[in-house]
């Protein structure tokens, strides 16, 4: 990585999992923001302003691929991964066709999520 820390954008309507993720990203070097709402992540998106989305497929305002959507309608070069708890291939399949880099399963492990964070950002390059 080039001297700056990747950007991430990470939005779970569970506000307990949201901030475990930004601190234990943080602490991997990452400069994280999160939100429990896609609405208030929307707003506060701004293009060039992150690398990557990191969002909770199934949220009560919007799911993760609608809000990955949106989201690229403010920047367009933003990369998607998608968090699911609900893990089937039909989603995965789904989030992968809106978009998403990759996606991952919860509850995830650091060791699962830090390649895909990786390659994800790789990709984005």
């Keep these: ?9 990470i939005v779970d309507d569970e506000s307990t999992q949201m901030r475990a ?8 070097g990452y400069a994280t923001q999160g939100f429990s709402s896609a609405q208030q992540a929307l707003m506060a998106l701004h293009p060039g302003e992150f690398d990557l989305l990191l969002t909770d497929l199934m949220m009560p305002e919007m799911d993760g691929i609608t809000l990955i959507n949106a ?5 367009p070069t933003l990369g998607a991964i998608v968090m699911t708890g609900h893990g089937t291939i039909d989603t995965a399949v789904q989030a992968m066709q809106g978009g998403a880099l990759d996606y ?14 990786a390659r994800a950002l ?4």
């Design 21 to 28: 993720l930004c601190d234990t990203l943080g602490v991997e």
């Design 71 to 75: 989201a690229r309608r403010i920047d």
């Design 122 to 125: 790789d990709v984005q390059r």
């Design 104 to 117: 991952i399963l919860k509850p995830f492990k650091l060791n699962v999520i830090l390649p895909v964070i």
């Design 1 to 9: 990585m080039t001297g700056t820390a990747a950007r991430l954008l």
